[in-house]
């Protein structure tokens, strides 16, 4: 049986690369920022309509901005908001 090597990515030092950061449960409470413009959004509702499952997302700092409804996308045991990154693990809220 042949052992799997480690998979290494390499790039030039130019490039920046968006890694999409996957959660077992999207919760009230969690930061997420939109892909698109970068900024960052707090789940204050998760809620579950028929057979799908949406968070309330308001942006952050800003409150008479509407809030936004987003379907969240599950994958096996891993949840996420399409077109939106979970952020803090990585520190970038």
Excluded: C
Aim: glycine share 8%; charged share 25%; proline share 5%.
């Amino acid at each position: 049986m042949a052992i799997p090597r480690a998979s290494v990515l390499t790039a030039p030092a130019d490039r920046s690369y968006s890694h999409t950061v996957s959660v077992k449960k999207v919760q009230v409470g969690q930061v997420w920022k939109k892909d698109d413009g970068g900024d960052a959004f707090l789940v204050t509702k998760v809620y579950s309509e028929a057979l799908a499952t949406y968070a309330v997302l308001r942006k952050a700092g800003s409150e008479t901005d509407p809030p936004v409804r987003v379907k969240v996308s599950k994958n096996g045991a891993s949840a996420s908001l399409p077109g939106f990154s979970y952020t803090q693990e990585s520190g970038d809220f």
